[in-house]
């Protein structure tokens, strides 16, 4: 090996290197703002004591503004996804995609969840 190919092996390393760290930090940015609406949702499901007034007539304001933040988030992820992918960036691509289907593994497990114990 010549001296060339070694520092460019070492630039694309470094390169990488870089990248996979973007990604990791891309991903828990995404994975930390999709796991709030879902606290929000688990808290106001199983600490909150009572529902919203009129005899469940109203709507669960909170819960409510949880489940739409909630879904923008997705959307928002859904729409970044098809971005990435149409700019080759497919680790990120790749990253929102394990990102959505963990917050909606995590959403449909509240849900059923509340269904045991409401």
């Given at each position: 090996?010549d001296?060339n190919?070694?520092v460019?092996?070492r630039t694309?390393?470094r390169d990488d290197?870089?990248m996979?760290r973007?990604?990791?930090k891309?991903?828990?940015i995404?994975?930390?703002?999709?796991m709030?609406?879902i606290?929000i949702?688990a808290?106001?499901?199983f600490l909150d004591e009572?529902?919203?007034?009129?005899?469940g007539?109203?709507?669960?304001t909170?819960?409510?503004?949880?489940?739409i933040?909630?879904?923008?988030?997705?959307?928002?992820?859904?729409?970044?996804m098809?971005?990435?992918?149409?700019l080759?960036?497919?680790?990120?691509?790749?990253?929102?995609?394990?990102?959505?289907t963990c917050?909606?593994?995590?959403?449909?497990?509240?849900?059923y969840?509340?269904?045991l114990v409401?």
């Open positions: 090996m001296w190919s070694l460019l092996n694309i390393l290197y870089r996979n973007d990604v990791r891309h991903t828990f995404r994975a930390i703002i999709g709030l609406p606290g949702l808290a106001l499901i009572k529902q919203s007034g009129n005899s007539m109203a709507i669960n909170p819960l409510f503004l949880a489940f933040t909630l879904m923008l988030f997705g959307i928002f992820m859904v729409i970044e098809v971005r990435f992918f149409v080759g960036r497919t680790k990120y691509a790749v990253a929102n995609l394990g990102v959505i917050i909606g593994a995590f959403f449909i497990l509240a849900s969840l509340d269904h409401n």
